[in-house]
């Protein structure tokens, strides 16, 4: 059964950087792309980034230019840098494999807080 477990989210200010993290558990890592989602108060979940098993990636609109997505296959982690952040980025962050995504499985997220 798959595992996802986010962390290293908080409360920062605005122009402030941090690094998300996640440990998947199960499937086969290397060979999913992987994802980090956001959900926002009161909007749907939205995809932020996505890196896939060969490491070719793609950013939200939103994101892109401040946020870097990256993995560790001999870990089984996937990161997301978030620099320059905004009030806007303030969201519940989850991160989703292939595998995950196909069968429904969810962590439980990590609350990432942007005050202005």
């Known amino acids: 059964q798959l595992r996802l477990e986010e962390s290293g989210g908080g409360v920062m200010q605005a122009g402030e950087s941090r690094r998300l993290s996640c440990l998947v558990s199960?499937?086969?890592?290397?060979?999913?792309?992987m994802f980090w989602f956001r959900q926002a108060p009161g909007k749907q979940r939205e995809l932020a980034a996505l890196?896939?098993?060969?490491?070719?990636?793609n950013y939200a609109d939103s994101v892109k230019g401040r946020f870097t997505i990256s993995r560790n296959n001999a870990n089984n982690r996937v990161y997301l840098q978030m620099n320059s952040l905004k009030s806007e980025d303030t969201a519940v962050y989850y991160c989703?494999?292939?595998?995950?995504?196909?069968?429904?499985?969810w962590g439980q997220g990590t609350q990432v807080t942007v005050s202005s």
């Open positions: 989703n494999s292939d595998h995950g995504l196909k069968g429904g499985y």
């Open positions: 199960g499937g086969i890592f290397s060979l999913d792309s």
């Open positions: 890196i896939t098993s060969n490491g070719s990636t």
